[in-house]
């Protein structure tokens, strides 16, 4: 019921910035929270960081003080900015909607390809 639209993933250079942007399409519920996961090759699914309808966010430890997560409701977009991107930063990242508080995830989007490279 709910579309989740990636994109800006890419090729970075270590130390490079990338902006992730992930639109919402559906119902978005007044409760809820939305995400970022990432899987890298041969790893599980990890939470890089989540944001709730009243912007409070949490992040992975790995990624905190490097990345912010926001999120705009008119448009019902959400961002991932990854500064200082590390080469084990490369996965593909995927955007998650969710009903808190747990929270429950609901819905994922497709993936996006981010590799951080020299």
């Known amino acids: 019921q709910v579309h989740l639209v990636e994109s800006g993933g890419g090729l970075v250079q270590p130390g490079g910035s990338l902006r992730l942007s992930c639109a919402a399409f559906?119902?978005?519920?007044?409760?809820?929270?939305m995400g970022w996961f990432r899987q890298a090759p041969g790893k599980d699914r990890e939470l890089v960081a989540s944001i709730t309808i009243d912007s409070r966010r949490n992040y992975a430890d790995f990624v905190k003080g490097r990345f912010t997560i926001s999120r705009d409701n008119a448009k019902k977009t959400v961002y991932l900015q990854m500064n200082i991107l590390k080469p084990e930063d490369t996965a593909v990242y995927y955007c998650?909607?969710?009903?808190?508080?747990?929270?429950?995830?609901?819905?994922w989007g497709q993936g996006t390809q981010v590799t951080v490279s020299s």
């Open positions: 998650a909607y969710g009903l808190g508080p747990e929270p429950n995830w609901v819905s």
């Open positions: 559906g119902s978005i519920f007044a409760s809820n929270v």
